[in-house]
């Protein structure tokens, strides 16, 4: 075995679209539109500008059936791109583009390999000894452990497992082909490249199992630089790996403690130095979608949550101010009240005990559900409104976070802490 390098990428999600920015004015469609695109264009111009010996993709570098042969058409294209500069591709299905009548549809280039769903098998690169074995996904919801059958080691080969798996589970990600560390272990292979969780996480070094993570992430849980792995052998063992940033546009979520401010303008200062802090750490130049996240125990707390949609126009301008490519996804409220201030009695304090009593009754909370219940479906049906406004969280039925809100705006006024 001599010494080469390749590129492990996974959950491409070609053409699937991204999300969280459709009432936001100003966004450039087309870039977000063409945002997995455009990174997958900078994967194979990488790939070519290394010289790269192959490519893998482990699973999901389609986002289901295609809405029109312009997905398939310009994937062949790309592969076209790596054929002329001999750099062959391994691919496998996985939940999300599990073997259909689309992808089986286009005559690919010889150089590109895909994986059978029936069962696992080897695809062997001579000239490198290099050995490939991978199994696509047959449907979209494979539970038995597929790397239990992948087929023994090749001697005197660098081995290579190509598989879509949640491993023995991982927060947000459904349990699809799973197996545990040491059952890709017992395969004895050199290198696991998984496929299906969306971070690049070295979950061991030996073997070197890696899930590469997605090429560009679409929606704010996807946050962080987002790429595929460059993978150098040397005397038959890994030597270097490094995770290479493909995307061209990056999200993040930018938290900012209100604990210290007393007015809206110390507010606005924090929001303003903690997005440019985040922005200059983790942008590296590219477009960033933010979603704002206020938190701390604030007096100001009941005035920020009865305006929100305020807030929210602040920020934005606030984002535009520190970088013009910077958008704000949502800003969402996580502050608390402070304490309260005592009261001298009367209708105020009274008001307040029965909030206090709503929040620990479910009966008081159902009462009060069924009177606002109405009017807040109206609002909603008025017109848009926000995901954390008080008309969706009704829709929702998320009557918890309703009655937090509200009653920290009606705690603002009647104890006179809102704050300017």
Known sequence: MGSFHFLHAADIHLDSPLHGLSRYDGVPAEEVRGATRAAFDNLIAYACDQAVDFVLIAGDLFDGDWKDMGTGLYFSRAMGKLAAANIPVYWIAGNHDAVSSLTRSLPWPDTVHAFKPRRSHTHVID????AIHGQSFSNAHVTENLAAAYPEKREHHFNIGLLHTALDGHPGHAPYAPCTVDDLRARHYDYWALGH????????????IVFSGNLQGRHIRETGPKGAVHVEVEDGAVARLRH????TLRWLRVEVDCAAARSMDEVDAATRTALARRHAELSDGRPVVARVVLTGSTPLAGALQERRAERRDAVRALAA??????WIEKVQLEVTMPGLLPMDGGP?????????EIRQSPELAAELKADLLPFLTAAGKAGDFDDDSLAAMAARDDWPALLAVAGSALEARLTGTGGE
């Not at 290479?244 to 995307?247: E, Q, R, W």
């Not at 101010?321 to 910077?326: G, I, W």
């Not at 105020?348 to 206090?356: H, I, K, R």
Request: charged share 15%.
């Open 348 to 356: 105020a304090e009274d008001f307040m005990a029965l909030l206090a």
């Open 127 to 130: 000239h490198l000894g290099v």
């Open 197 to 208: 969780v969306h971070d690049f996480t070295v979950v061991s070094e030996w073997p070197y």
């Open 244 to 247: 290479v940033p493909l995307d």
């Open 321 to 326: 101010a520190v970088a013009p490519d910077l």
